[in-house]
């Protein structure tokens, strides 16, 4: 997203926001930019097509492996970045078995990331009101 000017990504955000809504009925709240590339036009290109936080990741999973950033396992608050390739089965029974023998169990960031609140600084970013 960083290498593209202000009004490209605002067009690439909204456009992908009403693909989503076209099917779902709602729009995305959340945004993860593609490969964490982001600058401030992000920011604001993301507030005018409706996000309320930028959400980045410090682990992944792909072709049966779990990167996490800084290289310790998984913890309790990680945010896990799966994508939908043909690895994305093996990839989420890799996780999910990790999680259980860590004592760990999955949960989605609508349940912890309110849209309003900051919430950690670390891995979202708030948008502006």
Not at 41 to 67: H, M, P, R, S
Not at 87 to 113: T, W
Request: with cysteine; aromatic share 4%; proline share 7%.
């Amino acid at each position: 997203m960083s290498s593209l000017s202000l009004k490209e990504q605002t067009s690439e955000i909204c456009r992908a926001n009403e693909h989503v809504r076209g099917n779902y009925k709602k729009l995305p709240i959340f945004f993860r930019p593609p490969g964490g590339s982001h600058n401030s036009n992000t920011v604001i290109a993301a507030k005018k097509c409706g996000i309320k936080k930028i959400v980045l990741w410090n682990v992944e999973a792909d072709q049966g492996k779990i990167i996490r950033s800084g290289g310790n396992p998984m913890q309790r608050g990680d945010i896990i970045l799966l994508h939908y390739l043909n690895s994305l089965e093996s990839s989420l029974k890799l996780v999910l078995a990790d999680l259980k023998r860590l004592g760990l169990r999955p949960a989605s960031l609508r349940d912890y990331l309110d849209p309003a609140p900051a919430a950690t600084p670390t891995t979202t970013t708030t948008l502006p009101q």
